[in-house]
């Protein structure tokens, strides 16, 4: 990048405000995805105004702006393969006003999950999509991906509690969207066109939320089975009951076993499991749900039932549940888990065909597969266990996901239910958008002229995936 470039951006930001060090530029070059390509510069904005100005500056300059959050996103959508600019927004990261009359909040992009939920818990409020990096990921990051978690089979995704938003144009324009209303069918919803865009549209820089209570109970419910089908069938029976737990997760044998290598058998040893979460306002609502649960379990061939009101035991379930993807690289030696097919939604419904199907892909193709995931909403996630310098390896493991991709559109799924599309699922959901893309191209076009923002993910990727690999195969780094 040309020193009056940098001149131009310190004087926005100041010195301690961007860095042209190779050490920073390789590791903001990275997400948690399997790729990686390094930037030219990497600008850690204060405010909107900032973001403004060097918008205003790089598309002058035609210089490639990647947003940033906390790089915990799995399929590439931060990593700068036109390499430019990244906009890293973790300066940005106050919870600016808490309006409990009005049920909202407005924060900065910058803000972690958990804190937010710190600070809405002294009000008996909040945000529940539950990331399974909450530890670490940001509100602006999850508002880009539309991210979720364990608790958006009864609370929805991100989406879902957006009221408004500001975001940076590409020319730098500064754009007030949605509003701070709980209803709003005010024309075009640009601030939920936002959600899910992948910094692809704008740099947003301030985000309202809206409110909801946290519920004073809950428990949990682990139930075992024989085959990873007949769990499948467990959830499709229980949403169908009616009954929504507050999340339900799934993990096959190979999940279990990696798990109880890695952290000392927390789990019980089976063929595949479900741990089914109950909340609501008093215990009799849950052990209300507790014993649907139980039952609809046994009436699927569950082998064991095992209810929980204890903390502990509650902890050592989802602490095992989340630690699935670390987990799965301890299991074979000489292998690394990897996010390909990582985030598949199906119907509900289809659960159980689904899981069957990645079965015989993984048998098909030899790759180790693992199936884990929040089933209750219908999202699958699959890990594949592959020898990273192995190039045949690699072949095969993109030739089995583009297997699972298909099972799930023509199942009348989505190749991402949390993750977003990014680089790993962009051929994929090429095919999964197919009659939409004319559209979605023009919307880029119109809002993003000189193409700056987050090239050449999504609908503009070309190619095999194997490309700027972060692992030590040589054909593909």
Same mark, same amino acid.
């Given at each position: 990048m040309?020193q009056?470039?940098?001149?131009s951006i310190?004087?926005?930001?100041?010195?301690d405000?961007?860095?042209?060090?190779?050490a920073?530029?390789?590791?903001y070059?990275? =997400?948690?995805?399997?790729?990686?390509?390094?930037?030219d510069?990497?600008?850690?904005p204060r405010?909107t105004e900032?973001v403004s100005?060097?918008?205003?500056?790089?598309?002058? &300059?035609?210089i490639?702006?990647?947003?940033?959050?906390?790089?915990t996103?799995?399929c590439?959508?931060a990593?700068p393969?036109?390499?430019?600019?990244? /906009?890293a927004?973790?300066r /940005?990261?106050?919870?600016?006003?808490v309006?409990?009359?009005?049920?909202?909040?407005?924060v900065?992009?910058g803000?972690?999950?958990n804190?937010?939920?710190?600070?809405?818990?002294?009000?008996?409020?909040?945000?529940?999509?539950?990331?399974g990096?909450?530890?670490?990921?940001q509100?602006?990051?999850?508002?880009a991906?539309?991210?979720?978690?364990?608790k958006?089979v009864?609370?929805?995704?991100t989406r879902d509690?957006?009221?408004g938003?500001t975001?940076?144009?590409?020319?730098?324009e500064?754009?007030r969207?949605?509003t701070?209303t709980?209803?709003d069918?005010s024309?075009?919803?640009?601030?939920?066109?936002?959600?899910?865009?992948?910094?692809?549209?704008?740099?947003?820089?301030?985000?309202t939320l809206?409110?909801t209570?946290?519920?004073?109970?809950?428990?949990y419910?682990l139930?075992t089975?024989?085959?990873?089908?007949?769990a499948?069938?467990c %959830?499709?029976?229980l949403i169908?009951?009616?009954?929504i737990p507050?999340?339900?997760?799934?993990?096959d044998?190979?999940s279990i076993?990696a798990?109880?290598k890695?952290?000392?058998?927390p789990?019980?040893?089976?063929?595949?499991?479900? %741990?089914?979460?109950? =909340?609501? &306002?008093?215990?009799?609502?849950?052990?209300?749900d507790?014993?649907?649960i139980?039952?609809?379990?046994?009436?699927?061939n569950?082998t064991?039932?095992?209810s929980?009101?204890?903390?502990?035991?509650?902890?050592?379930?989802?602490?095992a549940?989340k630690?699935v993807?670390?987990?799965?690289?301890?299991l074979m030696?000489?292998y690394?888990s990897?996010?390909?097919?990582?985030?598949m939604?199906?119907?509900?419904?289809?659960?159980p065909?689904?899981?069957?199907?990645?079965?015989?892909?993984s048998e098909?193709?030899k790759?180790?597969?693992?199936?884990y995931?929040?089933?209750?909403?219908g999202?699958?996630?699959?890990?594949?266990?592959?020898?990273?310098?192995?190039?045949d390896e690699?072949?095969r493991?993109?030739?089995a996901?583009d297997? %699972?991709?298909?099972?799930?559109?023509?199942?009348g799924?989505t190749?991402t239910?949390?993750?977003?599309?990014g680089?790993?699922?962009?051929?994929?959901?090429?095919? &999964?958008?197919?009659?939409?893309?004319?559209?979605?191209?023009a919307?880029?076009?119109?809002?993003?002229?000189?193409?700056?923002?987050n090239?050449?993910k999504?609908?503009?990727?070309?190619?095999?995936?194997l490309?700027?690999?972060?692992?030590p195969?040589?054909e593909?780094m």
């Amino acid at each position: 990048m040309e020193q009056r470039i940098i001149d131009s951006i310190e004087k926005i930001v100041g010195k301690d405000g961007y860095s042209t060090k190779p050490a920073d530029l390789y590791t903001y070059g990275f =997400d948690a995805s399997i790729f990686h390509n390094s930037p030219d510069i990497v600008i850690q904005p204060r405010t909107t105004e900032q973001v403004s100005e060097i918008m205003k500056i790089a598309n002058r &300059e035609k210089i490639p702006v990647v947003p940033r959050g906390a790089g915990t996103g799995l399929c590439g959508s931060a990593v700068p393969i036109k390499g430019g600019i990244v /906009m890293a927004m973790q300066r /940005m990261n106050k919870v600016k006003k808490v309006s409990v009359a009005d049920l909202w909040v407005d924060v900065e992009p910058g803000i972690n999950y958990n804190d937010l939920n710190d600070e809405l818990a002294k009000y008996g409020f909040f945000f529940p999509p539950a990331p399974g990096s909450a530890e670490a990921c940001q509100i602006g990051g999850m508002v880009a991906l539309n991210a979720s978690g364990m608790k958006a089979v009864k609370y929805g995704a991100t989406r879902d509690y957006v009221l408004g938003l500001t975001y940076v144009k590409a020319d730098g324009e500064i754009v007030r969207a949605g509003t701070r209303t709980i209803k709003d069918s005010s024309g075009y919803q640009l601030a939920r066109l936002m959600c899910g865009s992948e910094g692809t549209l704008g740099i947003i820089t301030e985000v309202t939320l809206k409110l909801t209570t946290k519920p004073k109970k809950s428990a949990y419910c682990l139930c075992t089975f024989s085959t990873v089908h007949d769990a499948g069938r467990c %959830i499709a029976a229980l949403i169908a009951k009616p009954m929504i737990p507050a999340s339900c997760e799934l993990m096959d044998s190979i999940s279990i076993k990696a798990v109880n290598k890695a952290r000392g058998n927390p789990l019980p040893d089976s063929e595949a499991l479900c %741990i089914f979460e109950a =909340d609501g &306002e008093n215990e009799d609502i849950v052990n209300r749900d507790l014993k649907i649960i139980e039952e609809v379990a046994k009436g699927t061939n569950a082998t064991t039932v095992t209810s929980s009101w204890d903390p502990k035991q509650i902890d050592a379930w989802t602490d095992a549940r989340k630690s699935v993807m670390a987990a799965l690289s301890a299991l074979m030696p000489g292998y690394v888990s990897v996010s390909l097919a990582d985030d598949m939604g199906v119907p509900i419904s289809s659960v159980p065909d689904a899981v069957k199907a990645f079965q015989e892909i993984s048998e098909k193709y030899k790759i180790t597969i693992a199936t884990y995931g929040h089933a209750g909403d219908g999202n699958l996630h699959t890990k594949m266990l592959v020898s990273p310098e192995n190039a045949d390896e690699w072949e095969r493991a993109v030739k089995a996901t583009d297997d %699972i991709f298909d099972v799930c559109i023509d199942l009348g799924g989505t190749v991402t239910g949390e993750h977003g599309v990014g680089i790993a699922k962009a051929p994929k959901y090429m095919r &999964e958008r197919q009659s939409e893309l004319s559209s979605i191209i023009a919307i880029k076009k119109a809002m993003d002229p000189n193409n700056i923002l987050n090239p050449g993910k999504l609908e503009q990727w070309e190619g095999s995936i194997l490309k700027n690999l972060r692992y030590p195969c040589e054909e593909y780094m």
